[in-house]
């Protein structure tokens, strides 16, 4: 099956127009770029992609990474695209020239990733995690560690990893296991991390894993954690590399995204293991943690991308496909008639214009989110930028949870709108339909993120970052009111923020008596609900910007476009923020069924 996996004019549109990306390249380290150099990288990408991505996307499903005599066996497209892609500039694009980076914003960056991702999601994963771990020891690492690592990783000739989770903790961090032991000027590393993803390969010639570890006499839980470089090699002098006792024990077979791998990793088997101290002792956690922003904001990107490769090849299907009739005035097929095309059918147009609510609006909030992350780190005035990191901190966990949760649904809408074929291999629907649901997983699942969101995020610095929120939901809606056309929805809008305020009324008493498990019961559904408000201020700014360069004399991207635009504005307003209602319901009820007993739920 033919079909385009992206929609570019889109993605530009929300980079330049929406997001106003000229606003980034304005600060002082952008100077040396401005928005035709970012187009003209994003067009190189999209070239990359359709030579070294696209091409290999249904292949690497049929051909998984599968753990061998020791190793893991991916597609060789894997070490090709890490090499092809260092040389592009790929994992580098971040980092200051100094460094050997392009400097580049994030907002261009995450389009860059987001081009790849709708290509193939399977590849982006290893030069992401790369990017990642040379991002920890570029801001934590000493002279010493940059000066060893970074080149390499930066280049793509090694890979990259963040390990943190083993067997008996999970989610737990506090109960992790892995031990360090000073020896000199290294320590010696013992333990087992599991999920690793892009953990080992064949065709890779080193992989350097940041490594959560405990050293021994640490405080108990999360503040006695460290960080370490724990090459799979390790570099000599003269840069010839020996075994570190980092031992690949299987690759997990997953349901989907079969050909990124997911690795267990042992470390110290024959007491050979040597790690290196990233910063101070016992900080490792924060280290970590001050990533965990761009890494979770890099899954919501991923799920938006495969959402919006979904829509597309679910759109060229409805465009192609003839069957059934039109219904005529009298409400009976005409058997004279041919079969019309299936887009021409309501309900089909209804799953098509879901998929691109969910999609367009999934990538409009990834980039707001790294907007947000460029101006909290770059912009010159102090209180700008803590107000930026504010907006960052809240908005977070929505990008990376709507995209991970609405993005599954639009995908299993797509498929339906398949039909019989959505569910056959020779179609591409069930792969995206399975390679999207690990990202509700990535990084935090969906309940950790709306524990996040609720528990810290709302009431971060006494609600600050909850009330800068607002107050640019409200901006919008002021603008929006006064245009004609837009005045409902800004109205329809407005109440909606006003539930979300009589729901916070309601639960945030309960914090305050110190009832924090009933206080947080309800956080997964508080997330559903708070996100649907969220994206519908981007579709009603969407509209607004549409419907202005629409009625202007410049319009670059044609009338149509900009219709479609203002339409799945009011598809979203009509179809999913009245589903809010109903959640807030749920908040504002007093039972809190979820906190009895198993034994009185479960028999």
């Not at 979300?500 to 206080?519: D, I, S, T």
């Not at 607004?544 to 319009?555: F, L, T």
């Amino acid at each position: 099956m033919a079909y385009p996996y992206i929609d570019l004019n889109t993605l530009k549109f929300f980079l330049y127009s929406v997001h106003e990306l000229d606003q980034v390249l304005q600060q002082p380290r952008y100077q040396d770029h401005d928005g035709a150099s970012i187009e003209m990288f994003l067009d190189a990408v999209k070239d990359f992609s359709d030579k070294e991505l696209f091409p290999f996307f249904q292949e690497m499903d049929r051909s998984p990474a599968a753990y061998r005599d020791g190793e893991i066996i991916v597609h060789p497209q894997v070490p090709r695209y890490m090499k092809q892609g260092g040389d592009l500039g790929l994992v580098s694009a971040l980092f200051d020239y100094e460094t050997g980076g392009l400097q580049l914003p994030h907002m261009a960056v995450t389009a860059s990733a987001y081009i790849q991702e709708t290509a193939n999601n399977h590849l982006p994963g290893y030069i992401g995690l790369t990017l990642g771990s040379a991002e920890l020891i570029d801001h934590f690492g000493s002279e010493e560690l940059k000066q060893t690592y970074l080149p390499k990783m930066l280049s793509g000739q090694w890979g990259g990893t963040m390990c943190l989770t083993e067997p008996q903790a999970g989610s737990s961090l506090s109960d992790i296991t892995t031990a360090a032991r000073p020896d000199g000027d290294w320590y010696q590393i013992t333990g087992q991390k599991i999920f690793i993803s892009g953990g080992d390969f064949q065709g890779a010639e080193n992989i350097v894993h940041l490594v959560l570890a405990r050293i021994a006499g640490a405080p108990p839980g999360t503040a006695g954690i460290s960080l370490f470089v724990v090459p799979k090699n390790r570099p000599g002098p003269d840069g010839s590399l020996e075994p570190n006792d980092v031992n690949t024990v299987g690759d997990f077979q997953k349901m989907g995204q079969r050909g990124y791998c997911t690795t267990h990793l042992s470390f110290g088997d024959h007491h050979h293991c040597r790690g290196w101290l990233v910063g101070e002792a016992n900080r490792g956690l924060s280290y970590m943690f001050k990533m965990m922003n761009g890494a979770r904001i890099a899954v919501g990107r991923g799920a938006a991308a495969i959402a919006m490769a979904a829509y597309q090849a679910s759109l060229a299907y409805a465009r192609e496909r003839p069957q059934g009739r039109r219904l005529s005035r009298s409400g009976e097929k005409d058997l004279s008639q041919e079969q019309t095309l299936i887009i021409n059918h309501p309900d089909v147009k209804r799953m098509l214009l879901l998929q691109k609510a969910v999609a367009e609006g999934a990538l409009n909030l990834v980039l707001l989110a790294s907007k947000y992350q460029d101006l909290s780190i770059t912009h010159p005035d102090p209180d700008e930028r803590n107000k930026y990191r504010l907006l960052l901190e809240i908005v977070t966990p929505l990008a990376k949870t709507y995209p991970s949760e609405m993005g599954a649904v639009a995908v299993s809408n797509g498929l339906q709108v398949l039909g019989g074929y959505g569910y056959c291999t020779d179609f591409p629907l069930q792969q995206y339909h399975r390679d999207i649901r690990i990202f509700a997983i990535y990084e935090g699942t969906t309940g950790i993120q709306s524990l996040d969101l609720l528990g810290r995020k709302v009431t971060l610095e006494n609600g600050r970052a909850l009330e800068l929120l607002v107050a640019e939901i409200s901006r919008s809606i002021e603008q929006a009111s006064a245009v004609g056309e837009l005045s409902p929805y800004a109205l329809q809008l407005r109440e909606k923020l006003g539930l979300v305020q009589k729901v916070l009324g309601h639960l945030l008493p309960y914090a305050k008596k110190g009832e924090y498990e009933r206080f947080l019961s309800n956080a997964t559904v508080f997330m559903e609900f708070f996100g649907t408000v969220v994206l519908a201020w981007l579709w009603l700014d969407t509209g607004r910007i549409a419907h202005a360069q629409s009625k202007g004399g410049n319009s670059p991207y044609g009338a149509a476009f900009y219709a479609a635009k203002v339409h799945a504005m009011q598809f979203y307003f009509n179809f999913e923020l009245p589903k809010t209602t109903a959640l807030a319901e749920v908040l504002l009820g007093e039972e809190g069924l979820t906190l009895e007993p198993p034994s009185n739920l479960f028999g």
